[in-house]
């Protein structure tokens, strides 16, 4: 387990705090592998009844370390170990509850979309920017995102990679409840905890029978990983990685 990745298990609550700080929580292939580990943990693990995830610092989480991107343009964002943990999002069993402290970026917005509850604080920001990246949105969240939004809402968010607020996720169907900054962890932990105190069958059942009205995420997001990684090493994406990492507007007009 990475020091980036803090787990705790109290009264029947996982605790898992992303805690890379320093990098607005951007996460790393270890991250990846680590959240895939505790997450499908808590499935074995019977005094696990809920699962409550947030981020240290004033980011839930920047998304992809756009870095690992370049340093490993063959391999889709983070390898097998980001495989493992979308996997891990998409066939959990135990109830997660989010609560998003400040940006969610990219994966940190996809990944809120198989939360079970949501809670986010007032100054939480959110936006799925993979088209300015060149690549398309993953995690499944081109089939969740419209089933919770509306097909032209979730294509405004998708298309325009635009950047909105609390209350427009809310509004979106992203967020159950907004918080205050600083009520934001012990109002969400809260909820986290009653669900803890609920017959874990009962919420296992629920969680599994309301999934069937989906179609199997988990196949979708097999099948996005050869066609993500074949974009993500398209000069588009190329360009747009390293114009972030060296802060700079893009340029894709030399591309067809």
């Not at 943990?41 to 756009?66: E, P, Q």
């Not at 949501?118 to 969240?141: I, K, M, N, Q, Y």
């Not at 000069?235 to 390293?242: I, L, S, T």
Request: a negative charge; charged letters at 25%.
């Amino acid at each position: 387990m990475t020091d980036h990745v803090l787990t705790d298990l109290d009264r029947g609550v996982l605790e898992i705090r992303l805690n890379r700080p320093e990098k607005k929580n951007a996460l790393t292939p270890a991250m990846y592998g680590a959240l895939a580990e505790a997450i499908l943990g808590a499935d074995g693990d019977r005094r696990a009844r809920a699962i409550w995830i947030t981020g240290s610092g004033d980011a839930f989480t920047s998304g992809n370390d756009v870095a690992s991107f370049v340093d490993a343009p063959t391999e889709r964002d983070g390898g097998l170990d980001a495989d493992r943990f979308l996997l891990a999002l998409a066939t959990v069993k135990t109830p997660m509850v989010a609560a998003v402290n400040g940006m969610a970026i990219g994966v940190g917005a996809t990944m809120l979309l198989h939360c079970d509850l949501v809670h986010a604080a007032e100054s939480a920001a959110f936006r799925f920017p993979f088209t300015d990246l060149g690549v398309f949105p993953e995690a499944g969240s081109t089939i969740l995102l419209p089933r919770v939004a509306g097909h032209r809402r979730a294509m405004e968010m998708f298309l325009l990679a635009d950047r909105f607020d609390a209350a427009a996720a809310r509004e979106a169907g992203m967020v159950n409840r907004i918080f205050a900054d600083g009520e934001l962890e012990a109002g969400s932990l809260a909820v986290a905890r009653r669900l803890a105190g609920k017959p874990a069958a009962a919420l296992r059942a629920t969680k599994a029978f309301a999934r069937r009205s989906y179609p199997d995420i988990a196949q979708a997001i097999r099948d996005e990983s050869p066609a993500f990684a074949e974009m993500m090493r398209s000069p588009e994406a190329q360009e747009a990685f390293n114009a972030f990492l060296e802060k700079r507007e893009p340029d894709f007009s030399r591309f067809d």
